[in-house]
């Protein structure tokens, strides 16, 4: 899900907050209008992220609507691309053809619409999908004349024929004898979250502010903007509450971008100092496919919004229409197949996710650092340092790592299963301040689960579960350009990585709600089991391994200390000499010496410089066991029963074999 990344400043919050008290009662009815009044009925969408596996039943919704207001237009915000294997497989026509079905009427352009533009074949797809669509586009900000698939697309004019397949700047629509106008944005971070080369975006707010004003020109007194740039996304860039207030004369703007779940339309009736305008009703219908929104506005002589009713209609709810279901089964048997597909990656041992069920002594992705839980976050952390390369370190709450992957070749099917969401990757501006609050609410809940539980890549985060929730952090450190870990500080602001549904404050973390909030959160846009499945594949083969970026200090083996200048009884009735200066060992009775290495069957903590060409074995019994390399260097560790193994200090390993 891309769970919204929506970045809202605190005077546009506030803004939103109150408009609707100056709203005049009736404004909200649709009872009480004049018999001279316009209703303008739409059907909206966005965010579908090709979601194809509803579209059956989203085709008996249209067409339900339809039944009952035959002149509703149907109209799509953005992002059509991109999101699962139907856009992966079919780049956009699967969707194209039930679009076409439907009856769509007007669709925008969503920043994922350019994903492709670094591609071989550049922005073809896009431009296949186009030229496809039984329908136009609006596109206002968007500059198409300098791609070569797509500028001959484009119409720089305001269109009361517009033609199918057709890019335009606006177009005219009349609806029982009335003329309204529809026109496009889309928004300004396209250019640094998708890859749209050498197509350009131009100011929002300028834009709208010509289309309005071209269309008053022509006449038309009802406006609809199609939007991509989110109901409340970062202020500093472009968002829907900044258009209502700023722009007059639009009427109704159907949003997209946010992923927001508007269960009722909201209504802007104040300027951006605060002053009464002429009311702009705003909506959106949340992500993936899972609504329908409708939509009537009614409109006086004057083309003043007086009244507007409006709803989500929730697909699943609906029966599947039998000719769509016949029509999906052709894409979705493919897909199928491609969810077996391998990846090129594998994996020696069993990529684990367990949960306790209750038993709060056992090890759980809710709670504990994981093997999975550290690939996961090892890819985040690489793909955003891709787009900013100050970022320090990538975050992963536990609740959203859905399954464990089985030993062997690793496939399509099993990285969605693992990220079965569609979340995105975002960056975040925080103080180490913030992110140690945000650690403790991580941690709070221990030794309970807690789907918010963070798993970390590029830090280190050690706690006490002996102390009280909110006080148990005792050190968060980060890996530096050198390769060594810095101590965070609490008064410096740092680059963070994490996914859109805990950067927006999901799981309880108000922290990041609030720098959400203050537009400190950029969205990437990635898919979060496509990075997964990029970052597995340039492995390539995979070693499970928990390596202690998250460590309980009350949970650490207790230290025997021995100093080997001299001889040790290791067991009853073995004498051996271990060549190190020294080591710490937890039940030393129970280990033996291998050759000229370690036997290790119980929990251990290593330390001291005589273990740089040792190798050390591990071979557990039947319970869980915590091997610590932290302070030490090792030349081999060969690992036995790896589920039970929860190994530390991994980077100090040359050489690891898992058995």
Not at 522 to 528: F, N, V
Not at 536 to 562: M, N, Q, W, Y
Not at 597 to 619: E, P
């Amino acid at each position: 899900m891309k769970l919204p990344i929506k970045v809202l400043s605190t005077v546009a919050l506030s803004a939103a907050l109150t408009i609707s008290a100056a709203i005049p009662a009736g404004l909200v009815s649709a009872n009480e209008t004049s018999a001279s009044d316009f209703t303008l009925s739409l059907m909206h969408t966005n965010d579908s992220h090709a979601n194809m596996d509803s579209a059956a039943k989203k085709v008996t919704a249209v067409k339900e609507v339809r039944e009952a207001k035959p002149d509703a237009l149907l109209v799509d915000a953005g992002d059509v691309f991109s999101g699962t294997l139907y856009f992966n497989k079919f780049l956009g026509q699967a969707d194209l053809e039930f679009m076409n079905l439907m009856g769509y009427d007007i669709m925008t352009f969503g920043n994922h619409e350019f994903d492709l533009g670094s591609s071989a074949e550049g922005h073809k797809a896009l431009a296949d999908f186009v030229k496809g669509a039984q329908f136009p586009f609006v596109s206002s900000n968007v500059n198409f004349s300098q791609d070569a698939n797509l500028q001959g697309l484009f119409s720089d004019l305001i269109s009361s024929e517009p033609a199918d397949g057709k890019i335009y700047n606006g177009i005219i629509k009349e609806v029982n004898g009335e003329k309204v106008g529809f026109f496009g944005l889309t928004t300004a971070e396209t250019a640094s979250i998708s890859s749209p080369g050498n197509v350009t975006f131009e100011d929002y707010l300028e834009e709208a502010e010509k289309a309005v004003k071209a269309f008053e020109g022509m006449g038309i007194n009802k406006i609809v903007a199609v939007t991509h740039i989110g109901y409340d996304d970062n202020p500093n860039v472009d968002n829907d509450l900044n258009l209502a207030a700023q722009v007059d004369g639009i009427d109704v703007i159907v949003g997209g971008h946010s992923h927001t779940q508007l269960n009722a339309p909201v209504v802007v009736a104040a300027d951006e100092t605060g002053a009464a305008k002429d009311p702009t009703v705003i909506v959106q219908a949340g992500q993936y496919n899972n609504y329908l929104g409708t939509l009537d506005v009614q409109f006086d002589e004057a083309g003043k919004v007086v009244g507007h009713a409006g709803q989500l209609i929730k697909i699943a709810d609906k029966a599947e229409d039998p000719e769509a279901a016949v029509l999906l089964e052709k894409y979705s048997s493919q897909i199928e197949e491609l969810k077996n597909t391998e990846i090129g990656a594998e994996t020696l041992a069993a990529l684990e996710n367990p949960r306790t069920s209750g038993d709060s002594t056992g090890p759980s992705v809710r709670k504990n650092e994981t093997a999975l839980g550290n690939l996961i976050t090892d890819g985040m952390l690489a793909k955003a340092k891709q787009y900013n390369s100050n970022v320090i370190m990538a975050l992963q709450n536990g609740g959203g790592i859905r399954a464990g992957i089985d030993a062997g070749p690793i496939t399509v099917g099993e990285v969605i299963t693992v990220l079965p969401f569609g979340n995105t990757l975002a960056t975040m501006e925080v103080t180490g301040a913030e992110l140690k609050e945000a650690f403790e609410i991580s941690v709070g809940q221990y030794p309970a689960e807690n789907g918010g539980f963070l798993h970390v890549s590029g830090a280190k985060v050690k706690f006490d579960s002996t102390k009280p929730a909110g006080e148990r952090i005792v050190s968060i450190e980060y890996k530096n350009e050198q390769g060594t870990y810095t101590e965070i500080q609490d008064n410096q602001t740092y680059t963070i990585a994490t996914n859109a549904f805990t950067a927006k404050g999901g799981d309880g973390y108000t922290v990041f709600a609030k720098a959400y909030q203050e537009g400190r959160v950029t969205d990437l846009g990635l898919s979060d089991w496509e990075n997964f499945a990029d970052h597995l594949s340039s492995l390539g083969t995979i070693k499970p391994a928990v390596e202690g970026r998250i460590i309980d200090v009350d949970s650490l083996p207790p230290v025997t200390e021995l100093d080997f200048e001299k001889e040790y009884n290791l067991t009853d009735d073995k004498k051996k000499k271990l060549v190190v200066n020294k080591v710490s060992f937890i039940n030393v009775e129970e280990t033996a010496k291998i050759k000229n290495g370690i036997w290790l069957k119980n929990s251990a903590v290593l330390q001291g410089d005589g273990l740089k060409n040792v190798s050390v074995r591990v071979t557990p019994k039947k319970e869980p066991i915590i091997v610590d390399f932290s302070g030490a260097e090792v030349k081999e560790v060969i690992i036995e029963k790896s589920d039970l193994v929860e190994l530390r200090g991994a980077e100090n390993i040359k050489k690891l074999t898992i058995k």
